[in-house]
């Protein structure tokens, strides 16, 4: 991932390491990583909240280039949307956890904690960061494409989803 400090990290930019053991990060802005731009290692425990966030484009609540473990705390109500940006299809994803750029350059572990209530515009409320480590998970929410939804559906009726997010329209 590329950084750009005027647009990057709305609340806590991560370079080398941090510990979130309590505390919240909460009501910041950003295009990418409304609560938490992280290019290092970010821990995340019980106590932590990371909520009421939003991004323009990648990670409303976290968007992780890096090291991500979430052991406790919520990731909650955080979300991504679309500045008038052209024809780029990228905007608007990960409301909750951005997982790296292509997929390739993040590594997100999750032990604990939930990820709620998180909203994309595009896609990935809360699912983008289980698809990106493997996880077979799908969305659908009223911003799908036809084509999306298509697809999502297939794999669901086929069985090759674990978890399939609905979005609360």
Not at 9 to 25: A, E, K, R, S, W
Not at 77 to 94: H, R
Not at 148 to 161: C, D, F, H, I, S
Request: aromatic share 12%; hydrophobic share 30%.
């Amino acid at each position: 991932c590329d950084f750009d400090s005027s647009t990057d990290g709305g609340g806590i930019i991560v370079h080398g390491n941090l510990n979130m053991t309590g505390g919240n990060i909460v009501g910041n802005e950003a295009y990418y990583g409304g609560g938490v731009y992280n290019k290092g290692t970010f821990t995340m425990s019980a106590g932590s909240t990371i909520g009421y966030n939003f991004a323009y484009w990648q990670g409303g609540g976290v968007s992780n280039c890096n090291n991500f473990t979430m052991t406790g705390g919520p990731i909650k109500s955080n979300s991504v949307g679309n500045e008038d940006t052209g024809s780029w299809s990228g905007t608007g994803i990960g409301g909750g956890v951005w997982n790296g750029y292509n997929y390739t350059s993040g590594t997100f572990n999750m032990s604990g904690g939930t990820i709620e209530d998180c909203t994309a515009q595009r896609y990935g409320g809360g699912v983008e960061a289980l698809r990106a480590n493997g996880i077979a998970a799908g969305a659908l929410n009223s911003n799908n494409s036809e084509a999306e939804y298509r697809e999502t559906w297939r794999r669901l009726t086929a069985g090759k989803l674990k978890l399939l997010y609905v979005s609360p329209e």
